[in-house]
């Protein structure tokens, strides 16, 4: 399968902050979210993508497209989705189109006066008068009239309502009915990733820790929950983290199998969801 995106050892150093060798990829075809903490590096890595900042070292490839190189013919064919306002604030929408259409050669009017109405989006409002969610709602209104192949989010879904955001993410789904598309998307909220997500990239403190299919992720790791007097310092180190209370433990294991021989029958063996297994690596021992 063609990737959308390739992802190879780029590394970019701020004072303080360093995005480590990171890499990974996505197929034509796929929804990937982009999870981790704040300041874990989603939005550099995606300004990065976006040749908004430049990387130290490695290759990002959009398309099969060097996205230096090629960045003009890239962002003809990307919906770009940043959750920092790029727009002229003394501009009404409708005004605002005007001056992005024509950057777009395949800018469609009749998707973008759909969504607009989909949205509930007043054209003649000037963009200062707008609420966080409406402008978002209007950034993605212009990424998605001009026929993009693959669409960028940096966090869309913050300062949605919950309505809106399960629009969104319908919308999304939608979207992907279409294989040669592709989605990337950086979210804080799992559950939206729960929904709608195949991959899963999951970076912490600028380092990829995991980049999977969603489904087998999710099976290859298991909370392990049972009284504290099985605990010892050599069966903790089996663990990804654990959590302890006066009622007993409750750990994350990626050796389903090594726990099952260890414990036998006096835990209790559950299916993670992808908050727990996004907790229990950020903070180990919780
Ligand atoms: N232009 C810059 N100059 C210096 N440091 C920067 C710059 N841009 C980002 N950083 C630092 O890089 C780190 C990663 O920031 P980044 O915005 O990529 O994180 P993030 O994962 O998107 O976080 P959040 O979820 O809070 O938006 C942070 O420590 C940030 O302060």
């Not at 006066?113 to 008068?129: M, R, S, T, V």
């Not at 950034?139 to 969104?168: C, K, Q, W, Y």
């Amino acid at each position: 399968m063609e990737n959308i995106l390739e992802i190879k050892n780029v590394t970019k150093t701020f004072k303080g902050f360093e995005l480590k060798n990171i890499g990974f990829h996505l197929e034509k075809g796929y929804i990937m979210g982009f999870i981790g903490p704040n300041g874990a590096g989603k939005t550099t890595t995606i300004k990065l993508i976006m040749n908004l900042i430049k990387r130290d070292t490695g290759i990002i490839k959009v398309f099969g497209l060097d996205n230096i190189k090629d960045e003009q013919c890239i962002k003809n064919r990307v919906g770009f989705v940043y959750g920092e306002n790029y727009f002229y604030d003394e501009l009404s929408l409708l005004e605002m189109k005007k001056i992005v259409a024509p950057f777009y050669s395949s800018w469609d009017d009749k998707q973008f006066y759909h969504y607009i109405n989909k949205f509930n989006l007043p054209l003649n409002k000037k963009i200062k008068a707008l609420s966080k969610g409406m402008r978002m709602k209007f950034a993605l209104v212009l990424a998605l009239s001009h026929n993009a192949e693959f669409i960028i989010m940096d966090e869309p879904t913050s300062g949605l309502d919950p309505v809106f955001r399960n629009e969104l993410l319908g919308i999304l789904y939608d979207l992907m009915q279409d294989e040669n598309k592709g989605i990337l998307f950086s979210t804080h909220i799992t559950t939206d990733l729960d929904k709608i997500a195949d991959y899963i990239t999951f970076i912490n403190n600028g380092e990829i820790i995991f980049s999977e299919q969603k489904d087998a992720l999710l099976e290859s790791y298991a909370i392990i929950k049972g009284s504290n007097e099985i605990l010892d310092k050599d069966i903790m180190k089996e663990f990804v983290g654990v959590k302890e209370n006066r009622f007993g433990f409750e750990a994350l294991t990626k050796d389903i199998e090594k726990a099952r021989q260890i414990f036998k029958n006096r835990v209790i063996i559950e299916k993670p969801s992808l908050e727990d297994i996004i907790l229990y690596t950020v903070r180990g021992n919780v």
